[in-house]
């Protein structure tokens, strides 16, 4: 039998059906929000995967064509390679629920969220990541839930959750954020809802309007949180048992007199490298010298010393007030940047900061270079794309290059979204823009770097941006009363740490930010301290990167497209194009251009020539000329009749020469003065309001002598 639980979210109905589907799963809910349905289920091994000391997790999020009632595209007709929405929804699931498994589990464990019907009104995402936490809760599996996700917009000044599509186009800011059921609550309260995780985009609001987001969202969240207590307590089952690894403190013993002096001798090396260099000789020589030929022994070794890693790193900062590289908390690593480093690029720049370092560059197209996203709510026409990489060499790897990963995928997604609000409109700047960021050497906060190095690149390349974008990643570590906020981390600060913010904006405020968090009790005041911290660094970045670059340069690099829109009349474009694109080929031919025709008569032409673009765009403008009463042409005789001829003047504008207007003299026949095919000068004498055109050759002929 199944159950059935609703409750209002937001203005709408929610509702968690279980029993109902996937019987053999641990755990399955059917979650509708409004006509948005979603299928999450949760399946979990269970024996422990060997020689592993971490949750080996899976979170795919699947959206299915037919749940807005379409048919795949291509050859095989069915769902193919995930696209990036169904990317990015995964991944937010996955940090979001990752940090509340218990720290020893270690059974393979695997989430399918499939999106089984969309209503293009109620967030798909929004119901994907409760029926994550559902599937969870009442199965069997460990997890330290429930939580919710809400999205919050601002319109109008007010904030909303769950807006519609629609209506958040409006929105100045879109901020994706999932709270967690936390006992006992505060202020009498039975619970309190505590952030774990969030990311979103924003036109340059005020640090204040985010944690006013932040806490309105928490609030909204409390009615889901409701119901899934409500769902576990009728259908949940007793959670497995998880057994607890028991410290052998001998063997910890043993292990720190070995290793800690070489450890701490490493975590006194600034340089990424000759510091990985030193730890690996330590922990080599550990396990070697311990754990000898046992595999079990070795990898118990190797746990225990990155352990003592991260106490070492957590010591220094909180009580030692003391970073790897000697910085203070709020320090920010040594920036430094260039631009047009690549000659034949449309736009480039190379941004250091501290061991990370980006290398951009600008690629400007035109319409046709945009990217298409076939999405099940619709399709998108991408005219701005960022694209990251992160190769191998970069951290002194060496693997085989694959295509781009989750993880690219999402730190493209978050620049691009930083760089969006400051991006000129298409009127003001009718280019596709591509930005790829190759990261050239790692440490800590390169996706950072490549919003840095994208609004360089942007600038370099004559893109009118309206303001520079800087980003900072801040980082956390709490324990009991000690709390330090870091700016600008380090990757072994991020290991170790409790929290990654990443904050991009500009002077004015913020415009994306994506927050992971791996402790509880994360506070209001904690929460404030690091956005302020975070102005503050990305007010001093925006100031270096001022130094390299004030302003967009003046005019677009030589090699990129001159793009050129001329706009005609709706019932003028099969007219440009001709018949099977006969005059678009013939443009093309003659001039070299790149040219579009959109159906609302904006025609755009491209070309780094300048001379074969006025070419083009004269041969537009006489194909779609219209007749101008009093102007003379040379027409051609298409057909006589025994009143007169007509005369094309203009691609398939024609107009009547009457037989009176064909010479001076009075004429019998009008084929005594004209045959069909012949070349003739006309006077436009009238065009009236039906737009039929009177002609003259007489006075044509006049106005010759």
């Not at 990654?500 to 904006?505: A, N, S």
């Given at each position: 039998?199944?159950?059935?639980?609703?409750?209002?979210?937001?203005?709408?109905?929610?509702?968690?059906?279980?029993?109902?589907?996937?019987?053999?799963?641990?755990?399955?809910?059917?979650?509708?929000?409004?006509?948005?349905?979603?299928?999450?289920?949760?399946?979990?091994?269970?024996?422990?995967?060997?020689?592993?000391?971490?949750?080996?997790?899976?979170?795919?999020?699947?959206?299915?064509?037919?749940?807005?009632?379409?048919?795949?595209?291509?050859?095989?007709?069915?769902?193919?390679?995930?696209?990036?929405?169904?990317?990015?929804?995964?991944?937010?699931?996955?940090?979001?629920?990752?940090?509340?498994?218990?720290?020893?589990?270690?059974?393979?464990?695997?989430?399918?969220?499939?999106?089984?019907?969309?209503?293009?009104?109620?967030?798909?995402?929004?119901?994907?990541?409760?029926?994550?936490?559902?599937?969870?809760?009442?199965?069997?599996?460990?997890?330290?839930?429930?939580?919710?996700?809400?999205?919050?917009?601002?319109?109008?000044?007010?904030?909303?959750?769950?807006?519609?599509?629609?209506?958040?186009?409006?929105?100045?800011?879109?901020?994706?954020?999932?709270?967690?059921?936390?006992?006992?609550?505060?202020?009498?309260?039975?619970?309190?809802?505590?952030?774990?995780?969030?990311?979103?985009?924003?036109?340059?609001?005020?640090?204040?309007?985010?944690?006013?987001?932040?806490?309105?969202?928490?609030?909204?969240?409390?009615?889901?949180?409701?119901?899934?207590?409500?769902?576990?307590?009728?259908?949940?089952?007793?959670?497995?048992?998880?057994?607890?690894?028991?410290?052998?403190?001998?063997?910890?013993?043993?292990?720190?007199?070995?290793?800690?002096?070489?450890?701490?001798?490493?975590?006194?090396?600034?340089?990424?490298?000759?510091?990985?260099?030193?730890?690996?000789?330590?922990?080599?020589?550990?396990?070697?010298?311990?754990?000898?030929?046992?595999?079990?022994?070795?990898?118990?070794?190797?746990?225990?010393?990155?352990?003592?890693?991260?106490?070492?790193?957590?010591?220094?900062?909180?009580?030692?007030?003391?970073?790897?590289?000697?910085?203070?908390?709020?320090?920010?690593?040594?920036?430094?940047?260039?631009?047009?480093?690549?000659?034949?690029?449309?736009?480039?720049?190379?941004?250091?900061?501290g061991e990370t370092q980006a290398l951009t560059a600008l690629t400007l197209g035109t319409s046709s270079d945009e990217q298409r996203m076939d999405y099940v709510g619709g399709e998108e026409l991408r005219s701005f794309m960022l694209h990251y990489n992160f190769p191998p060499y970069s951290v002194g790897e060496a693997r085989p290059l694959r295509s781009p990963g989750r993880r690219e995928i999402g730190h493209g997604a978050l620049a691009r979204k930083a760089l969006v609000p400051v991006l000129p409109t298409a009127e003001q700047f009718p280019y596709t823009i591509r930005i790829v960021s190759e990261i050239l050497s790692s440490n800590g906060?390169?996706?950072?770097?490549?919003?840095?190095?994208?609004?360089?690149?942007?600038?370099?390349?004559?893109?009118?941006?309206?303001?520079?974008?800087?980003?900072?990643?801040?980082?956390?570590?709490?324990?009991?009363?000690?709390?330090?906020?870091?700016?600008?981390?380090?990757?072994?600060?991020?290991?170790?740490?409790?929290?990654?913010?990443?904050?991009?904006?500009?002077?004015?405020?913020?415009?994306?930010?994506?927050?992971?968090?791996?402790?509880?009790?994360?506070?209001?005041?904690?929460?404030?301290?690091?956005?302020?911290?975070?102005?503050?660094?990305?007010?001093?970045?925006?100031?270096?990167?001022?130094?390299?670059?004030?302003?967009?340069?003046?005019?677009?690099?030589?090699?990129?497209?001159?793009?050129?829109?001329?706009?005609?009349?709706?019932?003028?474009?099969?007219?440009?194009?001709?018949?099977?694109?006969?005059?678009?080929?013939?443009?093309?031919?003659?001039?070299?251009?790149?040219?579009?025709?959109?159906?609302?008569?904006?025609?755009?032409?491209?070309?780094?020539?300048?001379?074969?673009?006025?070419?083009?765009?004269?041969?537009?403008?006489?194909?779609?000329?219209?007749?101008?009463?009093?102007?003379?042409?040379?027409?051609?005789?298409?057909?006589?009749?025994?009143?007169?001829?007509?005369?094309?003047?203009?691609?398939?504008?024609?107009?009547?020469?009457?037989?009176?207007?064909?010479?001076?003299?009075?004429?019998?026949?009008?084929?005594?003065?004209?045959?069909?095919?012949?070349?003739?000068?006309?006077?436009?004498?009238?065009?009236?309001?039906?737009?039929?055109?009177?002609?003259?050759?007489?006075?044509?002929?006049?106005?010759?002598?």
């Open positions: 039998m199944n159950n059935t639980f609703s409750m209002d979210f937001a203005g709408r109905n929610f509702t968690i059906k279980t029993n109902y589907v996937a019987a053999q799963a641990d755990g399955s809910v059917l979650v509708s929000y409004g006509d948005t349905v979603v299928l999450v289920t949760a399946v979990s091994s269970r024996i422990a995967r060997e020689g592993v000391d971490f949750l080996p997790l899976t979170v795919d999020y699947q959206e299915m064509t037919f749940a807005a009632g379409k048919i795949p595209g291509g050859f095989f007709k069915r769902e193919g390679r995930p696209n990036e929405h169904e990317i990015l929804t995964s991944r937010i699931i996955d940090r979001a629920i990752r940090p509340l498994f218990p720290k020893d589990y270690h059974c393979e464990t695997q989430l399918v969220a499939t999106l089984l019907s969309v209503d293009k009104e109620n967030d798909a995402d929004v119901a994907a990541m409760v029926g994550a936490s559902a599937a969870l809760g009442i199965s069997d599996i460990p997890f330290k839930g429930p939580i919710a996700g809400v999205r919050v917009g601002r319109i109008n000044g007010e904030l909303v959750a769950n807006a519609s599509a629609q209506q958040m186009l409006e929105s100045e800011m879109s901020l994706f954020l999932v709270g967690r059921k936390a006992v006992p609550g505060s202020a009498g309260r039975p619970y309190d809802v505590e952030l774990v995780m969030m990311e979103g985009e924003a036109k340059e609001v005020t640090e204040d309007v985010i944690i006013e987001a932040i806490k309105f969202g928490l609030e909204a969240v409390r009615p889901i949180i409701d119901l899934q207590d409500q769902v576990s307590e009728v259908v949940g089952k007793a959670k497995r048992a998880v057994q607890e690894e028991t410290p052998d403190e001998a063997l910890i013993a043993k292990v720190s007199e070995a290793a800690l002096p070489g450890l701490r001798e490493g975590y006194d090396m600034p340089r990424k490298l000759e510091r990985q260099g030193k730890l690996g000789e330590v922990r080599e020589a550990a396990v070697k010298s311990i754990g000898g030929d046992d595999p079990i022994l070795c990898k118990k070794v190797a746990a225990i010393i990155e352990q003592l890693e991260s106490r070492i790193l957590r010591d220094m900062i909180l009580n030692d007030k003391k970073r790897i590289d000697g910085r203070s908390s709020t320090d920010i690593r040594p920036i430094s940047s260039e631009v047009g480093i690549l000659p034949r690029t449309h736009g480039s720049a190379l941004f250091n900061r906060s390169s996706s950072m770097a490549t919003v840095c190095g994208g609004i360089l690149c942007l600038m370099d390349g004559g893109v009118p941006v309206r303001d520079i974008v800087a980003g900072i990643a801040m980082g956390l570590l709490k324990e009991g009363d000690k709390v330090v906020i870091l700016s600008d981390i380090l990757g072994d600060e991020d290991h170790a740490g409790d929290m990654d913010f990443k904050v991009c904006g500009t002077e004015k405020g913020v415009t994306a930010m994506q927050m992971d968090i791996k402790i509880d009790g994360l506070t209001e005041d904690i929460l404030r301290q690091a956005l302020v911290q975070a102005r503050d660094g990305r007010l001093l970045i925006i100031g270096k990167l001022r130094e390299t670059l004030s302003a967009p340069r003046p005019d677009i690099s030589m090699y990129a497209p001159r793009i050129t829109t001329v706009k005609v009349k709706e019932d003028q474009v099969r007219t440009v194009i001709g018949s099977g694109g006969k005059n678009i080929r013939q443009i093309i031919s003659e001039t070299g251009v790149t040219i579009d025709v959109e159906d609302d008569g904006t025609v755009t032409i491209a070309s780094a020539d300048a001379e074969m673009a006025a070419r083009a765009v004269a041969m537009v403008k006489w194909l779609t000329e219209e007749a101008e009463v009093g102007k003379i042409y040379r027409g051609t005789v298409k057909k006589i009749v025994d009143f007169g001829a007509f005369v094309e003047i203009l691609p398939g504008t024609e107009g009547l020469l009457h037989i009176s207007q064909i010479a001076k003299e009075r004429i019998a026949k009008v084929t005594d003065v004209l045959q069909e095919g012949d070349e003739v000068m006309v006077k436009v004498l009238e065009v009236d309001k039906q737009g039929k055109i009177r002609l003259s050759r007489k006075e044509a002929l006049g106005a010759e002598v």
